[in-house]
């Protein structure tokens, strides 16, 4: 039962990943390394496929095997993040114009304190 589960969920995760590739707000890299959590116990020729990409392969690795998130990654995510609070304390009603910032903060402070590669 746990592995057509983990390979359904593996799916999930690539769509899921595949989407955020194009919509702003909707992360990718979380979601591919869900993707190769379950492949990996579901499926390794997938999970071999997803660490092959050129493009999200060293990403996964880096954080699988140093808990690391690329520099580029980190900056590009504090940009958009900043132009989400920003934009949330522009467009929404008090209270809930500091939620995106809120979570800003919180989510930023623990990635920053994540080593680079």
Do not use: C
Request: proline share 9%.
């Amino acid at each position: 039962m746990k592995v057509p589960t983990y390979r359904v969920l593996g799916i999930l995760s690539v769509a899921l990943g595949a989407l955020g590739a194009v919509l702003p707000l909707l992360p990718t890299t979380p979601f591919l390394l869900l993707a190769a959590w379950f492949f990996a116990r579901s499926h390794p020729e997938w999970e071999a496929k997803l660490l092959a990409h050129p493009r999200w392969g060293p990403a996964i690795l880096a954080w699988r095997d140093h808990r690391a998130i690329p520099l580029v990654a980190k900056r590009l995510a504090t940009v958009l993040l900043a132009i989400s609070a920003i934009s949330g304390f522009l467009a929404l009603d008090a209270p809930w114009r500091y939620v995106p910032a809120a979570v800003a903060v919180v989510v930023l402070g623990w990635m920053w304190t994540r080593p680079s590669r």
